[in-house]
């Protein structure tokens, strides 16, 4: 990719933080592209070093060592050049509780040397009959859109949200899906984390799934799905006794089995190959089952598959 | 909630220009300020209500009068009633009581009458031998001593030495103390620990302009301030202003920028409130107590002088009272002056250097 098709470019990027024998590894040699007009999700549990990778790309955190290019420029020579043409919403931002929202906006708007009328901004996130209610009147849905507004309101070629719809109700979550799907719309670029598996699914272009401050999976959500071997998973319990898991994964459409505490899982594709023959077998096996369900994939079952534990844990 | 997303409204063509950030910064501030009501109370409520208390504590009344015993004999009664006015309150007692009372310090004095007169009274205490000169002046002009030069007694209670004189220079300077250490030094950790100086460095804002909104919301408040005090102790007590109003602005505006400063320097690295208000109270303390705010610092010894001088607090109360109380002008307070220069610039400099901004 040449620079101006790049938004975001890291190479071996590492951030530690301490020195000595208590010093911990945030980010662990981070490679990563993102091209111009992209939305892209990091998607891992807490504490996968997440923020911290968002932070370097933001210029708020300087890396042990790498390299870090955003939008072509560097942020040791081009800082202000940078921040004008950024949008950042952090993972936390507790705004000033008694001013109201059109004054928080209009002073966010002053710090851009060009940028979008508050009101217009207010409008994009459906707070305009909160226009003049004080920060600490807001709910928490309310809250998190100002705090977007606040990243759009200097109309950003790159939009940065550290973990937008954590800790918010559907419907603001929703909400904010359809502010990000707005500013996707005009061809900007996008760059989220989350810990929301279906978040990552339904606003992102490409995914990458952080553990232990290393990029384990990189690819579209749909990819990333495919390679767990199948799009189904066949979720079953049995009464009693054991699968014989090696001769399970070779029935025809099943392509992988995984336990699940006393349960097990099989990616599975297509269901109508897979779930005759699984019951044949168990039949034959004289094993009886307790419970047997189907579902979509997903990322959480690509997490899960990589590092033997959910995204929540 | 029934808010429905709109689309993305349309840009307007023309929006309106925006104004500066200094200038978005500033009126934040004083928005903030004006929305916080226990701020308005310790910028403009407490140091009024002192100004009450202690003017109604330390009002002017007439002198207390001296205590005096005198021992029982011959001639007892006539020094008695010779003595006892408004200034002198003379008693006859036998022996052992007048010396009791003069112990647990009834009396300061005790006379006991002859053809030599004696005084027994505790020479180290300032009001006994005030009473020694005091009785013994009464009874040898009423025995009959002439004084060779007739003495006209001119009594001064003009507005200009009471106490109230000396408290309101030294309110306004605790004033401006205290609101700028709190209103820049507390504020700004807090804005730390919400996350709100990192969120703002992550725009394009200047940080001398994030800086500079503090300070000049600063300025601007002097401006009401130092009026709002000085107006009400000339209603409220008489306390008149002799110099010039703009000299006591100029002292005053300059006494907040050291401050400042040294809110600024306390608040540079502190990551929480509780941290920067023990730092605070650290550097406010000995001001409060050393800078002549409620009674003159030249009550601690010599030896702690050139430190108390050199305290920006004590310079500025100085300063401030040479002006509202001996109309000083400006070359008058070339040391305050420099005292507050050399702080300010110098905690200034300091907290640029240290400052925490992520």
Known sequence: ?????????????????????????????????????????????????????????????????????????????????????????????????????????????????????????????????????????????????????????????????????????PQSRLQLWDVIDGFKKDGRTVMLTTHYMDEAERLCDRVGVVDHGKLIALGTPRELIASLGGREVIELKLADG???????????????????????????????????????????????LERLSTRRATLEDVFVSLTGRHLRD | MTEIPLQPAA?????????????????????????????????????????????????????????????????????????????????????????????????????????????????????????????????????????PTPVADDRVTEPGARYIDFLIPGLIGLTLMSSSMWGIGYVIVELRTKKLVKRMLATPMRRGDFLLSFVLMRALFVLLEVPVLVGFGWIAFGVRLNGSPLVLLGISLLGAFAFAGLGLLVSSRAQNTQTVGGLMNLVMMPMFVGSGVFFSSSNFPDAMQPALRALPLTALNDALRAVVNEGAGVAALARPILVLSVCGVASFAAALKLFRWR
């Open chain 2, 11 to 147: 840009r307007r063509t023309r929006p309106a220009k925006p104004r500066s950030a200094l200038f978005e910064l500033t009126l934040t501030r004083f928005r903030l300020f004006f929305r916080e009501p226990s701020a308005l109370f310790w910028t403009f409520g407490f140091p009024v209500i002192l100004a009450v208390a202690l003017g109604i504590a330390f009002r002017n009344r007439p002198p207390d009068p001296v205590h005096v015993a005198v021992r029982a004999g011959p001639g007892a009664e006539t020094a008695a009633s010779a003595l006892s006015s408004g200034l002198v309150e003379a008693t006859v007692e036998d022996e052992a009581t007048a010396l009791q009372q003069l112990r647990t310090g009834k009396v300061v004095l005790v006379v006991v009458p002859g053809s030599t007169r004696a005084y027994r009274y505790d020479e180290t205490r300032p009001e006994a031998r005030l009473a020694r000169l005091l009785v013994d002046d009464r009874l040898q002009r009423a025995e009959g001593r002439t004084d």
């Open chain 1, 242 to 288: 054991a699968l014989d898991e090696t001769s399970v994964a070779a029935l025809p459409g099943v392509h992988g089995v995984r336990r699940v505490a006393d349960a097990y899982a099989l990616a599975a594709e297509p269901l109508h190959v897979a779930l005759p023959a699984l019951v044949d077998h168990l039949r034959a096996g004289a094993l009886t």
């Open chain 1, 1 to 169: 990719m040449n620079d101006a098709a790049c938004a975001v470019r890291c190479r071996a990027v590492v951030k530690r933080y301490g020195t000595g024998k208590t010093s911990v590894l945030a980010v662990d040699g981070l490679d990563l592209e993102v091209p111009s007009g992209e939305c892209f999700g990091l998607l891992g549990p807490n504490g996968a070093g997440k923020t911290t990778t968002v932070e370097m790309l933001e210029g708020l955190l300087d890396p042990t060592a790498g390299d870090v290019e955003v939008l072509g420029m560097r942020w040791a020579t081009d800082e202000r050049a940078l921040r004008e043409r950024l949008g950042v919403s952090l993972q936390q931002t507790h705004l000033p509780e008694r001013l109201s929202v059109h004054e928080v906006l209009t002073l966010f708007r002053s710090f851009f040397a060009r940028g979008r009328d508050p009101d217009d901004v207010l409008a994009v996130v459906s707070l305009e009959e909160k226009r003049n209610a004080w920060y600490d009147k807001l709910s928490g849905g309310q809250k998190q859109r100002l705090a977007v507004a606040c990243a759009l309101v200097g109309d950003p070629e790159l939009l940065f949200l550290d973990e937008p719809t954590t800790g918010l109700d």
